[in-house]
């Protein structure tokens, strides 16, 4: 088996009353077995789309992915999800949280195996002290430790990662980057994180893939990141060739940053709906139209926000 | 005496029993026409010491000047962006900037008010929704009123706590451009908060880290002295861009560190393989024995408290 983890033309379509709204279009990507690659691209571009596809979590509108061999139907535990928030059930403590996935798929296992599962996850992130507080008692970081111990005390097939550390401050994302990399380099999942900053990229992948903005967004460009493993944040900030990737994948944001598209194209509407939903990204705006007309051509109501500038 | 100058600033929260100092003997002078930045994680005390210069809380100690004048309460010298915009919603964005040039001007005549924010919206680029309202706007063009409406007052100084922090990465870098951009038209001395080592850098002539953690006070300033305007991607081979940012995120780093403690955990981890949960569970049969790959691994590992 030559790649472990195959995403061949991919693509997501979005119906909507002007014509389907083509959010990701023939997206291949081939991941090779322990490889951590990271997807970079703008808000909005569809890298989400496709980490949830890959997730289980979106309909697969085109194409299709083949993981360990098998063609992936629907979610399930053989791929372990980090959220952009962390997603905890507020009543249970860490260690409950963690062990809700632990007890499905390790459910042959005695209950002291599993909780040892739960426990060594929950210390190895730095939750040694905190692991029987309940969401509510954890900081932001200490909430998505906790989410990225779920996620590997799963022994997942594959790691997926949205956005991991987008909302947390620079020191915080710091430490939670070296937290990853420390449980991978125990055992190499592969692994896939969407991402938008530069330098998490850097520090963490082996190969960065730049998608091209949406609608129909797809791979730009790839950069094989040339740093030996295992890695220590300054040594990388220090190797000759940092700076000359980073400029690489900045002029790729750059680029891209100006080729935008934020709505799909207009398209006219002659079905005499009453709804109609917009979509744009992962977001949706659901419009009822007051009078609708059957069989005319209306033109599309735009809220205002569409006639100003893009900001 | 500097433009703005603070002596020994502390300030804590907290009776006797549960008191935290959050910043400690902060020293800081700023001259006219300065852009500073000032670089801290969250919790580090970053809008507490805005707030002391915005004197919306006075400091248990220490001093603030502005002009050889003490700061005692807030005043329309000097203006804020906050993070959250704080915009009136019930007003549209001439209103809203009409507001603050209505009170700190009042003796100017109607015409010379309203021209006065028709030039301030302008600046910002939001000629064409000028009568929109707060929530009809984008997180990106709210964040520009707020800039207008600061600008608008003619501050002599412009404080900006984290202004950007609420955006997405592609907003946040036009905006950067457009702060860059206004700043070098009016030269305004501004203290910007924020967490982003990179946007400091951008912006600012000279960066101030905040160490973290309680009791935090300020490192040893770093001069950028990168002409503008800047090229972000012309910055990643300038040698003096590469030496600012190594030495900021070396003070973030180590202000954090070493208060570990050697506490450490004897740890046992299972080898057990998952189930593959799309076979159905045996119901007859008894319980099946896990796959075992190896035996479990035992460890020892330090935890920080």
Redesign the interface.
């Known amino acids: 088996m030559s790649h472990y983890c195959e995403l061949s033309n991919l693509t997501k379509i979005y119906p909507t009353p002007k014509g389907p709204a083509v959010i990701v279009k023939d997206f291949n990507l081939k991941i090779k077995r322990g490889e951590f690659v990271a997807l970079i691209g703008h808000s909005g571009c569809g890298k989400s789309t496709v980490l949830s596809m890959l997730a289980g979590l979106n309909d697969i509108s085109g194409g299709g992915i083949i993981l360990a061999g098998k063609e992936l139907a629907g979610a399930g535990p053989d791929r372990g999800v980090v959220f952009q928030s962390p997603c905890l059930l507020p009543w249970m403590t860490a260690m409950e949280n963690v062990m809700l996935g632990v007890d499905q798929v390790f459910y042959t296992a005695s209950r002291e195996e599993r909780r040892q599962i739960a426990e060594y996850y929950l210390t190895v992130v730095g939750l040694g002290d905190a692991m029987h507080k309940k969401p509510a008692e954890l900081s932001q970081g200490m909430k998505q430790r906790v989410g990225i111990a779920r996620a590997f005390a799963l022994k997942p097939r594959m790691l997926l990662l949205d956005e991991p550390f987008g909302t947390l401050d620079t020191l915080t994302r710091f430490e939670l980057q070296q937290v990853l990399v420390d449980l991978w380099n125990r055992n190499h999942i592969t692994a896939l994180q969407v991402t938008h900053d530069v330098d998490e990229a850097l520090f963490l992948a082996d190969r960065i893939v730049m998608m091209t903005n949406g609608p129909e967004a797809e791979v730009g460009d790839i950069l094989e990141v040339p740093f030996a493993r295992p890695r220590d944040r300054k040594a990388v900030m220090e190797h000759p060739r940092y700076y000359e990737c980073r400029e690489h994948l900045t002029t790729f944001l750059e680029v891209h940053a100006h080729r935008r598209h934020n709505t799909p194209t207009e398209a006219p509407c002659s079905l005499s709906l009453r709804e109609r939903v917009r979509v744009r990204g992962n977001q949706a705006l659901l419009i009822v139209s007051r009078k609708p007309i059957p069989g005319t051509v209306e033109p599309w109501r735009s809220s205002r926000r569409d006639s100003a500038p893009a900001s | 005496m500097s433009f703005l100058e603070l002596k020994n600033v502390s300030k804590g929260y907290g009776s006797n029993g549960s008191r935290t100092e959050v910043l400690k003997d902060v020293n800081l002078s700023i001259e006219k026409g300065e852009f500073v930045a000032i670089v801290g ?2 919790g580090a005390g970053k809008t507490t010491l805005i707030s002391v210069i915005a004197g919306l809380i006075r400091p248990d100690t220490g001093a603030i000047t502005l002009n050889d004048l003490e700061i005692t309460e807030p005043g329309t010298d000097r203006s804020i962006v906050f993070q959250n915009y704080s915009l009136l919603p019930w007003l549209s964005v001439y209103e809203n900037i009409y507001l603050a040039v209505d009170r700190v001007f009042p003796n100017w005549s109607p015409a010379k008010k309203q021209q006065h924010v028709e030039t301030h919206i302008a600046m910002v ?2 000629t ?2 000028r009568d ?1 309202r707060p929530g ?6 709210r964040q ?1 009123v707020s800039v207008a409406r600061a600008l608008a007052m003619d501050p002599q100084i412009l404080l900006l706590d984290e202004p950007l922090s609420a955006l ?4 946040r ?3 950067q451009e457009e702060v860059s951009r206004i700043w070098q038209q009016n030269q305004k001395t501004v203290v910007m908060i924020t ?3 990179d946007e400091g850098i951008y912006l600012a002539d000279r960066i101030v880290p905040l160490s ?1 953690g309680a009791g935090a006070t300020l490192g040893p300033s770093i001069q950028i002295d990168i002409p503008r305007p800047r090229d ?2 012309a910055l ?2 300038d040698s003096r861009y ?1 030496a600012a ?2 030495e900021i ?2 003070f ?2 180590n202000s ?1 560190g070493d208060h570990h403690t050697a ?1 450490t ?1 004897k ?4 080898d ?7 076979h159905p ?1 045996p119901l007859i049969g008894g ?4 796959v075992r790959r190896g035996e ?1 691994k035992r ?1 020892t ?1 330090g ?3």
């Open positions: 994680c969250s680029n939001l064409p929704a929109q009809q706007l984008s997180g990106g063009m520009r997405d990465a592609l907003t870098s036009t905006l967490n982003d080592p973290a972000r991607k990643n081979r590469k940012r190594r995120i070396e973030l780093l954090k506490v955990k740890l046992a981890l299972p057990i393989e998952p189930e593959d949960l799309t569970r319980r099946r024995a896990p479990i460890e590992i935890m920080d408290l």
